[in-house]
């Protein structure tokens, strides 16, 4: 024997041999509901090719983690392999795409105290999604595919529904979500770059309130950030892809960026466009409070919410609890309501622009919800990934389960 070589032993080398064959027949075993999945989706991967190779992998990640949460006992929510089960972090993070909004002041209880909110502290009536559900507008989910515009769509979707609401569904009308990517800008960077680049619900909300917004059949869903078609009139609006002077930015409808993101009411001037389409005022609600955000809901309509969504992608039913406390906020949804399970588990239900497959009833999440959920509080240390504005600050308090609390937003219809 050479010297300072030595030799695996027979039982070593059975072992080895062993562990590959179980390997190959993973592999093996895993493929036929790879090809099942490609078939059933629509792709066309070319097989040996590099990205087969990736996406193979990545779906065989993705039978782990779903195999590894329903084996958990108890639990509350079932996981599942779905449209995004063969896509990269990359991709999935342009699903998300909203970056959330963190105004320039420090988050503290003296906003809350200073926000006007309209709603006052009454009984809660104990399950409300019911009521909501039945809206026409809210019976599937949009899709929002791989444009980052669920800022956009939270936005066009909660409007859509508080049309019907007070307007009766004769009445109501739709709201262009692609006019919202196109023209609303972005000069301080909150949520992102604009558009399919990410953007904030109170810009959008800002934007329809003084300018109006066309309906989704004049102006239909791309999936992709286009020119402006409506003309210019200064203010936080993109004009043919370029962005508006500071000074005009400041000055339309008589706000600043950081009047615009802190919680508080804002009115529509006589006159304003909004006005017209029954949208009399926008409010964000006081931050991570539990019982505002309830009432709201319950007596409003839906609501517009910032969530951290990086964890939601097999959720396919149940109650979600698995967002980490110190959650980063990257995703913009509509609040349906709030129930109660029989064995005593409550929760949010969330609808999400992810398509009418995903997840439960037609694209909805079920999240848990507790009574203290506003002392159920972590923080969010990458702001400038998820929820910052350009100069805002460094960390947010983001509460409830997967930040719910942190950002809500819902217009005040006549």
Known sequence: MMAGVSFPSKSMLVLCLASRVFSALDTTSQMAPFMAYLEEHGRNYKYGSAEFEERFNIFRSRMKEVDAQNKQQPRLWIAGINEFSDRTEAELEKLRGWHGVAHTADSSNQQQETASSLLEEQALPPDTWMKWSRLSSLRQAPNQKSCGSCWAVASSTV???????????????????????????????????????????????????HRGLSTSEAVPYQARTAACRVAGQGGLVRKHNSL?????????????????????????????????LGMRAWERLPENNYYALMRAVSDLGPVAVSVAA??????????FNGCPRNAVIDHAVTLVGYGNQQIGRKYWVVQNSWGPYWGEDGGKIRLLRQDN????????TQPEVGTGCKGGPKNVTVCGHCGILYDSVVPHFK
């Open 159 to 209: 409007l859509q529904a508080h049309s019907e609401i007070y307007n009766g569904y004769a009445q109501s009308r739709t709201f262009s979500t692609q006019e919202l990517v196109d023209c609303v800008a972005d000069p301080y960077k909150c949520g992102g770059d604009g558009g399919c680049g990410g953007a904030t619900v109170e810009l959008a909300y800002h934007y329809v309130l």
């Open 244 to 276: 508006v002077s500071t000074q005009e930015e400041i000055g339309f409808g008589g706000e600043s960026l950081n009047s615009i993101t802190k919680p508080g009411i804002h009115f529509g001037q006589p006159g304003s466009p909004g006005l017209a």
């Open 310 to 319: 990086k964890d939601w992608m097999d959720y396919k039913s149940g109650v």
């Open 373 to 380: 959920d506003d002392s159920q509080c972590g923080v969010d």
